[in-house]
């Protein structure tokens, strides 16, 4: 009947202490307000995170309940649909609750904007130089690439911009009866909020229900979050591209080659309509 956690153990080099410490005070602020993310635990001098023998460490409330991948398997599609509507509302109100929090001192994480998106040194690697790429499609991505800077330029200062998710994918939604929590903050940081939202849909697999699924997210969204859905398309096409980028550091692991090919060929129709995603 105790409470369970969990610890982690984070990856020497990848983020700092202050983008840890970060994360945990922002997913504290999460929990305290309502929202029902992993509450982490503070030590017996207040602090989230410690270095132990060159690696740090922190602890968080271990949540029961299934990932929605797992219920994507199982779930009766009336009921996803619920599932998705709820989805959107969590991630509305995640926006509300940041827009509303004054960030502590010294508070630092990644920014997908402009610059973290196309700019000289992406968040995640510049995806239009990816070697394993044909020259055509290294090409491709580069003219895509300067195109987005260009409307994305013009558009950002009109374009929702705060804390974001930047990662509710199936794998990091945990259901737990009606109730949704939002877990792995790992890439959250400042960015567009259509991006959230971008990488939310991209990630809803194929099926003759997926419309279905996509439009209970968006109306979920919309009924507590206002957003103008227009440079939408533009930013899942972005989001195809980052993990082009993404993989690009991780090519040395099992299957890599096989995970390049599935994102190449998602990020293929956003490239044979890119003209018209930034007109």
């Known amino acids: 009947g105790g409470r369970a956690f969990a610890l982690r153990l984070h990856r020497p080099g990848y983020r700092s202490m202050g983008e840890l410490q970060s994360e945990l005070q922002w997913m504290a602020h999460l929990n305290a ?10 030590s017996i001098d207040g602090s989230y995170c410690h270095e132990i023998n060159g690696t740090i460490v922190d602890v968080l409330e271990w949540l029961e309940g299934e990932t929605l991948t797992e219920r994507l398997c199982s779930a009766h599609p009336d009921k996803l649909v ?13 926006h509300v609750i940041c827009d509303k929090w004054a960030v502590p001192s010294g508070f630092t994480r990644p920014d997908w904007n402009v610059e973290g998106l196309v700019g000289e040194a992406p968040v995640w690697n510049r995806f239009w130089e990816n070697p394993l ?5 290294r090409r491709e991505l580069a003219n895509a690439r300067a195109a987005a800077g260009n409307t994305l330029s013009k558009i950002a200062p009109q374009l929702d911009h705060g804390l974001i998710h930047a990662d509710v994918i199936p794998d990091n939604v945990l259901v737990a009866g009606d109730r949704i929590h939002l877990i792995d903050f790992d890439d959250g940081g400042y960015g567009f909020r259509l991006f959230d939202l971008a990488t939310t849909l991209n990630k809803i697999p194929a099926s003759a229900n997926q419309g279905r699924y996509e439009a209970a997210f968006l109306d979920g969204y919309l009924a507590i979050g206002d957003m103008d859905l227009t440079w939408l398309p533009l930013f899942r096409a972005l989001r195809c591209f980052t993990y082009i ?9 099992p299957g890599s080659a096989a995970r390049l090919e599935k994102f190449i060929l998602a990020a293929r129709p956003h490239l044979d309509c890119f003209e018209e995603l930034t007109r």
């Open 33 to 42: 307000n309502g929202l029902g993310t992993p509450e982490p635990l503070a």
């Open 82 to 94: 619920a599932t998705f509507c709820e989805l959107g509302r969590s991630l509305a109100e995640l």
């Open 133 to 137: 790429l044909s020259p055509e499609l």
């Open 245 to 253: 980028g993404w993989i690009m550091t991780r090519m040395d692991q």
